[in-house]
């Protein structure tokens, strides 16, 4: 298999996010099918590799295959990569933009994998779910619902990404009956004992997408939240409605009304044994999460695109999907052929 080259703009700082942390954790973890590298792009950063210089220095179409990933830059990479075995690592969708043929995807959820399937249905489409970090699951004694019930934080809400609702009416309406709010704000390097800190977990990322027009790609907070022994309560846009299950998994949040949720979260802290996961369905949903399992699913794919960018760096012409608009006018005409048959 070629080597991989992770392709973003930089490591730290302003850069820093969770999308961001699961590129170096996927570079990490495929690094030791085949050798990965992370490569920057908008800045240079000490002991990684720059993209302009390695584009510089290596004629197309050079030895690795290169997987960008980073929103609204996709298209500007995608086409200085041009000629050069290339991926698109799909995280949120929604961006608007239309891939090159030929380039595959590898979409984190089924979710963003149907919008690349509506979108790209001539390009290899490949479903690698992100993996959750062995250290959030890998002790099951933290999710006895005994030992849930003591933790010292009634609720947990990180502020980044939260509505409105759940910041300005449902915390002072939690607070107001009693419970221990804890709403954490600002970058945290390790949430590990922070989650195994609290009874429930609230999580309600639709406005914040819908505002920015993309959308949930994975949700990670929720399932970390969950394999820490954690209730959640989250809302269900994009991919958070792959895997919460309603009622089984999680929970939705903002389910009608105000004292709904402030009755349903406030039954979860008494009594988290009668909110928590399923334990079968949790450990069948952390198993297909796992580390393990995404090295599965990466090889596969890299094997599959592999062979795909042979053949075109052979000659072979990627296949091409037909634009929307031409969709329509071939069924318009379709339709008028039909219409003029009907009256003969």
Request: charged residues 20%.
């Amino acid at each position: 298999m070629r080597p991989l080259r992770f392709l973003v703009p930089g490591t730290s700082g302003k850069f820093r996010c969770g999308g961001l942390q699961v590129e170096l954790q996927t570079a990490r973890l495929v690094g030791a099918l085949t050798g990965s590298e992370v490569v920057t792009y908008r800045r240079r950063e000490p002991g990684r590799p720059f993209l302009g210089d390695l584009l510089r220095n290596e004629r197309p179409p050079g030895p690795a295959l290169w997987v960008v990933s980073w929103g609204f830059d996709v298209p500007k990479q995608l086409r200085r990569l041009r000629g050069r075995p290339s991926a698109y690592h799909a995280h949120s969708s929604g961006y608007g933009f239309d891939l090159p043929p030929g380039v595959p995807v590898l979409a984190v959820s089924p979710n963003t994998l149907g919008y690349w399937g509506d979108r790209a249905p001539r390009q290899p489409l490949f479903l690698v779910p992100n993996a959750i970090e062995s250290r959030w699951g890998d002790d099951g004694a933290v999710r006895d619902p005994a030992r849930v019930a003591q933790r010292p934080i009634d609720v947990l809400v990180q502020a980044r990404k939260s509505s409105a609702y759940v910041l300005r009416q449902l915390v002072p309406a939690l607070r107001a009956r009693g419970l221990r709010v804890e709403v954490q704000s600002g970058w945290v390097q390790d949430l590990v004992d922070l989650f195994r800190s609290a009874r429930v977990y609230l999580y309600d990322s639709a406005d914040y997408w819908r505002g920015r027009g993309v959308s949930e790609g994975f949700g990670l907070p929720p399932l970390e939240a969950m394999a820490s022994g954690c209730v959640v309560f989250s809302s269900l846009n994009h991919a958070l409605a792959d895997g919460l299950d309603p009622g089984r998994l999680g929970h939705q949040i903002g389910a009608g009304t105000l004292s709904a949720d402030v009755e349903r979260i406030a039954a979860a802290v008494a009594d988290p044994a009668a909110f928590l996961a399923d334990p079968q369905r949790l450990a069948e949903r952390l198993a297909q999460c796992s580390e393990g399992a995404l090295q599965l699913r990466w090889r596969e794919a890299l094997v599959a695109i592999d062979a795909h960018w042979d053949r075109l760096l052979a000659g072979e012409p990627p296949l091409m999907a037909p634009s929307p608009l031409q969709v329509r006018l071939a069924q318009l005409r379709g339709r008028l052929r039909r219409l003029g048959g009907t009256r003969l």
